[in-house]
């Protein structure tokens, strides 16, 4: 079975380097970040209000036609990168929509052969 991001990464490796790239440099970012306290805590009400916001408005979106529960659950990876209950939450999201997933495979695969 090829890696997840197999079909993203050049023959040459040039675009696993950049990515491993950005995520040190991210990392360093947020490490200067945490050593000051004032600007850890405007970091994190930041980031709590942009996830908050747009779970908020993701969840107005979920009546109508739209990919409501995708912005709901990048809201949550978005407070899951500081908040451990938001990574249990989208966890437990992730399992029930692959719990749901198999279950309408397994229905599918029934209505179709009873049909044939």
């Known amino acids: ?8 990464a050049a023959p040459d490796g040039r675009s696993r380097r950049r990515w491993d790239r950005i995520v040190r440099g991210s990392s360093r970012v947020r490490a200067v970040i945490k050593r000051r306290r004032w600007l850890d805590t405007l970091y994190r009400v930041a980031l ?8 908020g408005i993701g969840l107005i ?3 109508l036609p739209g990919p409501g529960w995708l912005i709901v659950f990048f809201g949550l ?14 966890v437990w999201a992730r399992m029930a929509l692959a ?3 198999e ?3 397994a229905w599918r695969s029934r209505r179709a052969a009873l049909g044939t």
């Open 1 to 8: 079975m090829p890696a997840p991001d197999a079909h993203r």
């Open 48 to 55: 709590t209000a942009v996830g908050a916001l747009i779970v």
């Open 77 to 90: 990876a978005i407070l899951g990168t500081e908040f451990h209950w938001a990574r249990r939450l989208l």
């Open 61 to 63: 979106l979920v009546p």
């Open 99 to 101: 719990r749901f997933a």
């Open 103 to 105: 279950r309408w495979r």
